[in-house]
């Protein structure tokens, strides 16, 4: 699965964005997809994931009201909306496509995107 992540950008404090990822190569319905950051200095971390099927959606409670994951699997993409931004969200926000059963680390994910620039001004 090849995997291209945009939306990122500049935004002020409070403000929102939308990040895509488009899947290409693979059946885009067989895999869980989930969405990665990584700040500056930092470890890459889990944001969000939904399920094949949508039936399934987890975020960390650092975003919980803030972002939601959804995917169109028409159109082989996955989305994370993101309101109500704040500076410590400013990271490298990476897509990531995966088969296991969980969700949660780096190692659940067998593809990844090139990542996009989130950066939150205060």
């Known amino acids: 699965v090849q995997l291209q992540a945009s939306g990122g950008g500049l935004v002020q404090t409070g403000g929102s964005l939308r990040l895509s990822c488009d899947a290409s190569?693979?059946?885009?319905?067989?895999?869980?997809m989930g969405w990665f950051r990584q700040a500056p200095g930092k470890e890459r971390v889990f944001v969000a994931a939904v399920s094949r099927n949508h039936s399934k959606k987890y975020n960390i409670d650092a975003v919980k009201g803030r972002f939601t994951i959804s995917r169109d699997n028409a159109k082989n993409t996955v989305y994370l909306q993101m309101s109500d931004l704040t500076p410590e969200d400013t990271a490298v926000y990476y897509c990531?496509?995966?088969?296991?059963?969980?969700?949660?680390?780096?190692?659940?994910?067998?593809?990844w995107g090139q990542g996009t620039q989130v950066t939150v001004s205060s």
């Open positions: 190569g693979h059946t885009f319905s067989n895999y869980n």
């Open positions: 990531a496509a995966g088969d296991r059963r969980t969700w949660f680390t780096n190692r659940d994910y067998d593809y």
